[in-house]
């Protein structure tokens, strides 16, 4: 089984790629995000209790998180693996997420970090406020705010899996196929 972490700031195409890996190798493909709104939407005992922190704009606690991953992944026992997009996002959820696998005899193969630079990333996410509804997409500030937050608190995993062997970089600009052929390049190398 293998069990991929797609990484990067918001807006680097993380969950585009994901799917056309998730499609290509048969994984699972796990959105935190998805999960959220599917847990919610079914009125759920995790997705009530996440969404008593989302109303008051806070966090969503990791155990409530990770009791929504282990769900999904126990859903899905027969998958050749899972790409997490979107998470772990601090070393905290990584540990958990590693204690998870481990329970399955499992572990992250790799986390593949997509690098894109700051100006990048604000322009991608600026031209998908055109189309993505979300106000947040269309202020700069909070752009750039989400990109520090990134940095300061989720960046740290890609040294949490680096420190044996499993964090990799990918150039995360050019076409979207430009890009999946890099990734698929690495991925076929790790599988």
């Keep these: 089984m293998t069990n991929v972490i797609l990484f990067g700031p918001p807006g680097s195409g993380k969950g585009t790629q994901a799917k056309k890996l998730a499609t290509n190798y048969h994984l699972l493909h796990i959105s935190t995000g998805d999960l959220f709104r599917a847990e919610i939407g079914s009125k759920t005992d995790l997705g009530l209790e996440a969404m008593s922190y989302i109303s008051k704009g806070l966090l969503v606690p990791d155990a409530i998180t990770i009791g929504m991953l282990r769900k ?12 997490f997009d979107g998470f772990p996002r601090n070393v905290l959820q990584a540990e958990a997420l590693d204690e998870l696998l481990a329970e399955r005899d499992q ?17 991608r996410i600026l031209d998908r406020a055109k189309t993505s509804g979300r106000v947040d997409d269309a202020d700069e500030e909070i752009i750039r705010n989400r990109i520090q937050v990134y940095k300061g608190e989720t960046a740290p995993v890609f040294d949490f899996y ?9 150039h995360g600009v050019g076409s979207i196929d430009e890009i999946y052929n890099r990734l698929r390049n690495l991925v076929d190398t790790l599988i």
């Excluded at 572990?107 to 322009?123: G, M, Y």
């Excluded at 680096?162 to 990918?170: A, C, F, I, L, Q």
């Design 107 to 123: 572990r992250i193969a790799a986390l593949i970090a997509l690098e894109v630079d700051d100006q990048e990333i604000i322009n």
């Design 72 to 83: 999904k992944v126990e859903e899905n026992h027969d998958v050749n693996g899972v790409i």
């Design 162 to 170: 680096s420190e044996d062997g499993r964090s990799y970089k990918v």
